[in-house]
């Protein structure tokens, strides 16, 4: 006959009760109450609890929190008593003993919640450990499941035991270790969920005792035994499939020992559970690494020494939004004087943005050596962009040609960057919008042309920063980045890159979601 004991089965864990540190353990909390009373006059007692509701004799009172999650306490001034210990000090006035009582009380309610944060980030730290195998561990899981299965199945003085696991999809139940069956029958196809009634009824959190052959058939037993148990094997947090135990003879459990497989079953999750984190943690680990490589990469392949060019100063700052991104700034030197600059912004996050970030500069070298047209290269580039992607990438892109003798700088624009130039009186927009790169094989790019003056500056920047936005979600926009810079042009490329870069941390107040770069190419004499 089957039954089957009724278990609450809970899908996710419930919160743990807060346990903060009491102001109790301030262990010299006594010692600077009773420095208090020799230097005020006055009694201060820190009393746990709720503030009384004013009695007639009390002075004083402040509420003191002993940390989040437990009832404030407080702290009470009261005249010097009969009880208090000779020699009696002279009290001070109630308005300076007052004064002084509730400044140690902000200070003991800041050194709780020190004590509160610091009891936090332990818990947090501790949880942050990476896994690493242990160098003794000598035992495979296979050999570590099957003594388990073993173990258990003894304890109940039954001579099988099979764990099946769900998998992908959750429609099928596979064999993955035993002890007591064939070997041949860890080769043998998953059974289909559906219709077995008896892991159906214990994935859903009950017990199935089976000791009546007769109704074997109806439950799906996997195993030709007279008598067996089905108990759920998971996690406070997934469903991972079925324990059976089986009995060579006809037999009822008592719920003692449905209760000890149910423990076994928790231990099988346990190992299982710890084996798959141990695997993301080795390759979360080596991800992490190899992510720390590529954004140093990423770093040093831009430009950091400004040109030696006489009259001129560049610098550049970019920031990715996570390590790794797809804005960048580069320069370059063309034979003819002439000096070429870029700033890219590729679309996407991360490491998709960060290849296709890479793809583009090294496109944009290649074919800058070739063309002395900033449209034309850009031409090109757009062409090597949608020919070699699946139509899935796109850049916004700045490109500038600068003739170094005659301070003539002829540029072309993909997508939407921000171009301004300062000057002594003031700064103007040089923006324009196109297409970004990527977009179209056939798309043209229009060239625009500027001669900077000794003494301005020209300097481009991405969305990331102009789009940045303060706590009334304000944009910061290019008027925000070019006003604080005009009439500071007494800065050098890498001043004024610093002032702009100050201009956005100040504003933003947000985490940054997007890449951000700034370019400040600045002509200092003719």
């Given at each position: 006959m089957a039954k089957s004991r009724a278990k609450k089965l809970r899908l996710y864990p419930q919160q743990p009760e807060i346990v903060p540190p009491q102001i109790e353990g301030v262990g010299s909390l006594p010692a600077v109450l009773r420095a208090f009373q020799q230097t005020a006059g006055w009694s201060l007692r820190y009393s746990s609890g709720p503030e009384p509701a004013k009695p007639n004799d009390l002075t004083w009172s402040a509420p003191v929190s002993p940390g989040v999650g437990a009832a404030p306490g407080h702290l009470r001034l009261d005249p010097l008593g009969r009880e208090t210990a000779p020699p009696y000090p002279?009290?001070?006035d109630l308005?300076?003993?007052?004064?002084?009582?509730?400044?140690?009380?902000?200070?003991?309610?800041?050194?709780?919640?020190?004590?509160?944060?610091?009891?936090?980030?332990?818990?947090?730290?501790?949880?942050?450990?990476?896994?690493?195998?242990?160098?003794?561990?000598?035992?495979?899981?296979?050999?570590?499941?099957?003594?388990?299965?073993?173990?258990?199945?003894?304890?109940?003085?039954?001579?099988?035991?099979?764990?099946?696991?769900?998998?992908?999809?959750?429609?099928?139940?596979?064999?993955?270790?035993?002890?007591?069956?064939?070997?041949?029958?860890?080769?043998?196809?998953?059974?289909?969920?559906?219709?077995?009634?008896?892991?159906?009824e214990a994935l859903l959190g009950h017990a199935v005792v089976l000791s009546d052959t007769d109704v074997m058939r109806h439950w799906?037993?996997?195993?030709?035994?007279?008598?067996?148990?089905?108990?759920?094997?998971?996690?406070?947090?997934?469903?991972?499939?079925?324990?059976?135990?089986?009995?060579?003879?006809?037999?009822?459990?008592?719920?003692?020992?449905?209760?000890?497989?149910?423990?076994?079953?928790?231990?099988?999750?346990?190992?299982?559970?710890?084996?798959?984190?141990?695997?993301?943690?080795?390759?979360?680990?080596?991800?992490?690494?190899?992510?720390?490589?590529?954004?140093?990469?990423?770093?040093?392949?831009?430009?950091?020494?400004?040109?030696?060019?006489?009259?001129?100063?560049?610098?550049?700052?970019?920031?990715?939004?996570?390590?790794?991104?797809?804005d960048f700034y580069d320069w370059f030197c063309l034979p003819d004087g002439l000096l070429a600059t870029a700033v890219a912004d590729a679309m996407g996050q991360g490491l998709e943005a960060a290849l296709s970030a890479t793809a583009v500069k090294a496109a944009l070298r290649a074919h800058g050596q070739y063309h002395r047209e900033a449209e034309q290269t850009l031409r090109r580039l757009n062409l090597t962009l949608w020919?070699?992607?699946?139509?899935?990438?796109?850049?916004?892109?700045?490109?500038?040609?600068?003739?170094?003798?005659?301070?003539?700088?002829?540029?072309?624009?993909?997508?939407?960057?921000?171009?301004?130039?300062?000057?002594?009186?003031?700064?103007?927009?040089?923006?324009?919008?196109?297409?970004?790169?990527?977009?179209?094989?056939?798309?043209?790019?229009?060239?625009f042309g500027y001669t900077l003056q000794p003494g301005e500056a020209l300097v481009i920047f991405t969305d990331g920063v102009r789009e940045a936005r303060d706590r009334q979600g304000h944009l910061l926009t290019e008027a925000g980045v070019a006003e604080p810079l005009a009439g500071r042009l007494n800065l050098s490329a890498e001043g004024l890159a610093n002032l702009a870069r100050e201009q956005w941390q100040s504003h933003t107040a947000l985490c940054a979601r997007d890449d951000r770069t700034i370019l400040v190419i600045k002509r200092t004499t003719a």
């Open positions: 002279a009290p001070a308005a300076t003993a007052r004064s002084f009582a509730s400044a140690l009380g902000g200070l003991l309610n800041e050194l709780m919640q020190t004590r509160y944060a610091l009891w936090q980030r332990e818990a947090e730290l501790a949880a942050g450990v990476p896994l690493v195998p242990h160098a003794d561990e000598e035992q495979h899981l296979a050999a570590r499941l099957e003594a388990v299965l073993k173990g258990g199945a003894e304890s109940v003085h039954c001579r099988a035991a099979a764990l099946y696991l769900l998998d992908e999809a959750t429609t099928q139940l596979k064999l993955r270790s035993s002890w007591g069956l064939p070997f041949d029958r860890l080769t043998e196809p998953a059974r289909r969920l559906q219709g077995a009634v008896a892991d159906l799906k037993v996997p195993e030709d035994f007279p008598a067996a148990v089905c108990v759920p094997v998971s996690t406070p947090t997934t469903l991972l499939g079925t324990l059976w135990v089986y009995s060579t003879e006809k037999r009822d459990f008592s719920d003692r020992e449905t209760n000890l497989l149910e423990v076994v079953a928790g231990r099988l999750a346990a190992d299982l559970e710890r084996e798959m984190l141990m695997r993301e943690g080795i390759d979360g680990a080596e991800l992490k690494k190899q992510m720390a490589v590529a954004e140093r990469l990423q770093r040093s392949q831009l430009p950091s020494i400004s040109p030696l060019l006489d009259g001129w100063q560049l610098a550049g700052w970019t920031a990715q939004a996570g390590g790794v991104g797809g020919t070699g992607s699946a139509g899935d990438q796109y850049a916004t892109l700045f490109y500038g040609l600068i003739e170094t003798t005659t301070g003539r700088v002829c540029y072309s624009m993909a997508g939407h960057p921000s171009v301004v130039v300062i000057r002594p009186d003031g700064w103007d927009s040089l923006s324009r919008s196109s297409a970004p790169l990527g977009e179209s094989p056939e798309t043209d790019y229009e060239q």
